[in-house]
């Protein structure tokens, strides 16, 4: 079955350090990958995504993500976190079935980013 | 980005009563529309799949008389929660994609209590 899972319930890093959130996947075919960010009672933020080409990708608010086709894997990353970074992630993919299009979610990772 | 406009943000309905919640994507014609469930402090649990024009995709273990989703063009998709209880209490959220599989566009999201 195809599967996103992300293995950090919570990350914690302090303010200008480096961060990363993890996610890898299992899905058949050719995936297209994203990263959102929700905040509290909010919907979720685009942040970045991955179709083809370059494996690392830049997105909104100085995140970037990485992706390894071999480890199948696609985390997200940012040099210096912020305070204001704090806030759930989701990893997504997408993919074409016969249904149209699927998309499914990781069961997201908590980030606190401590002043 | 794109918008998707859902409505209403909130809502409190007495149980045995029906609440219908409406996504529409403002700017973009939305060819696939999504409907998730949000527990507190978890993932989105995808509810059901709807393609314009046709019924909906429902996933495994949700009730489709229950939750009925319409997507009767290509900007609007409703769901509605019939005969509605405490349990269904939940944060509610849409998302569509454009013709094309790219990222989704996720509406704000629908806080409903049922007391």
């Known amino acids: 079955a195809q599967s996103v899972a992300q293995p950090e319930d919570q990350v914690n890093v302090a303010e200008g350090n480096p961060l990363t959130v993890k996610c890898t996947y299992s899905v058949s075919g050719n995936p297209y990958l994203f990263w959102y960010v929700q905040y509290p009672n909010r919907g979720l933020q685009f942040l970045l995504k991955?179709?083809?080409?370059?494996?690392l990708v830049k997105g909104s608010y100085g995140f970037e993500a990485e992706f390894n086709k071999s480890q199948t894997s696609f985390h997200l990353k940012k040099p210096s976190a912020l305070v204001s970074d704090s806030a759930l992630y989701f990893c997504?993919?997408?993919?074409?079935?016969?249904?149209?299009?699927?998309?499914?979610f990781g069961k997201g990772t908590t980030l606190s980013v401590s002043s | 980005g794109a918008v998707v406009s859902q409505h209403p943000s909130w809502v409190i309905c007495k149980s045995g009563t029906s609440v219908k919640i409406e996504c529409r994507s403002l700017?973009?014609?939305?060819?696939?529309m999504f409907w998730y469930r949000q527990f507190p402090k978890q993932s989105l649990m995808l509810m059901a799949t709807?393609?314009?024009?046709?019924?909906?995709?429902?996933e495994q273990g949700v009730e489709k008389d229950k939750f009925l989703i319409n997507h009767a063009s290509l900007t609007l998709s409703t769901l509605t929660v019939t005969s509605a209880h405490p349990e269904d209490s939940s944060f509610y959220i849409c998302s569509a994609l454009p013709g094309e599989i790219t990222e989704a566009f996720f509406g704000q999201g629908t806080r409903l209590t049922v007391v």
């Open positions: 991955y179709i083809t080409g370059d494996n």
């Open positions: 700017d973009f014609q939305a060819t696939t």
């Open positions: 997504a993919v997408t993919w074409a079935n016969q249904a149209g299009t699927a998309l499914i």
């Open positions: 709807s393609n314009e024009g046709s019924k909906a995709t429902y």
